[in-house]
């Protein structure tokens, strides 16, 4: 696990930033990791690595992300050998336990932030029956005082600072009615444009359509940026993301959670904070549309 400290003073940008404890979790636009728990710190032996270029998504681990600012994580587990991994295609990513060990270091360090994490993929390795209560008991025993409850999800995060000094993350999960807790919230909405290898201007389009109807402003829901190349994998789309979600464009504002791969080489936790900060004097912006790419 990475014991690095943030290069631009992000830990606790939440925290820290005038007035965005009037917002709620539906209002508030979330900076997202794509594939959190798939990051070339991992490090994948012979025969994995020949391919592990196109499973990684991010640079650095789940810590290192939390540190410089990222707030969503998406992440997709696999059972495999008796244990809960992140997995993408067929490589394997970080482990259940080292998640909720990032998580709880992360807020030990600054208790006043919020976090989610987006468990929207449950998948067993050899029969396809995934073992929901062995992955409920290692969740909550390392997470449950932590873990905002479902019926608090539209309180400010003022007012859940208030609620309790400790319950700071959000717990998304595929299939949450097998988890029988108000601990764990229903899956979140996903918006992608569908073809792995899509050009650059079809998603561009496809970003503009999904924003003249976002689906909802009361509960988070997931735009996920991505595209691939046959050789490379995942594309680094800094300039397109620097370029569409600026300040100018509108299309932040109507956002939720912006997910991402290499998110630390955007301005998207940049962004997010001044758009957060505009969210709280005039949140009509929400609803004005304007957008030229």
Request: aromatic share 14%; charged share 25%.
């Amino acid at each position: 696990m990475s014991n690095s400290i943030t290069r631009n003073n992000y830990a606790n940008w939440m925290s820290t930033t005038p007035d965005i404890d009037h917002l709620n979790i539906g209002l508030f636009v979330w900076p997202g990791c794509h594939n959190a728990g798939m990051d070339w710190d991992i490090g994948h032996p012979f025969p994995e690595s020949t391919t592990a270029n196109w499973a990684l998504c991010q640079n650095h681990d789940l810590l290192w992300q939390m540190r410089n600012g990222a707030r969503s994580f998406d992440l997709r587990i696999m059972k495999r050998n008796n244990e809960f991994m992140t997995f993408h295609g067929s490589i394997r990513g970080r482990r259940l336990r080292e998640i909720i060990a990032s998580a709880n270091t992360f807020l030990d360090e600054n208790p006043d932030e919020f976090i989610i994490l987006d468990f929207n993929t449950l998948q067993s390795e050899v029969d396809n029956r995934f073992d929901f209560q062995a992955f409920e008991k290692e969740l909550l025993q390392g997470l449950k005082e932590r873990l905002i409850p479902r019926h608090n999800r539209h309180l400010t995060f003022a007012q859940l600072k208030n609620a309790s000094q400790k319950q700071r993350i959000i717990l998304s999960v595929a299939y949450y009615q097998m988890f029988y807790s108000d601990l764990f919230w229903p899956e979140f909405e996903n918006r992608w444009q569908g073809d792995t290898f899509v050009s650059t201007q079809d998603l561009a389009k496809y970003v503009v359509n999904v924003m003249q109807n976002p689906p909802t402003s009361s509960y988070p829901w997931r735009l996920s940026m991505t595209q691939y190349t046959l050789l490379r994998g995942p594309t680094k789309l800094t300039k397109e993301i620097n370029t569409w979600f600026d300040l100018d464009s509108y299309l932040l504002y109507r956002s939720s959670i912006v997910s991402v791969d290499f998110f630390e080489e955007t301005k998207l936790v940049e962004y997010c904070i001044a758009v957060n900060s505009r969210l709280v004097r005039d949140p009509d912006l929400k609803r004005p549309y304007r957008l030229s790419v």
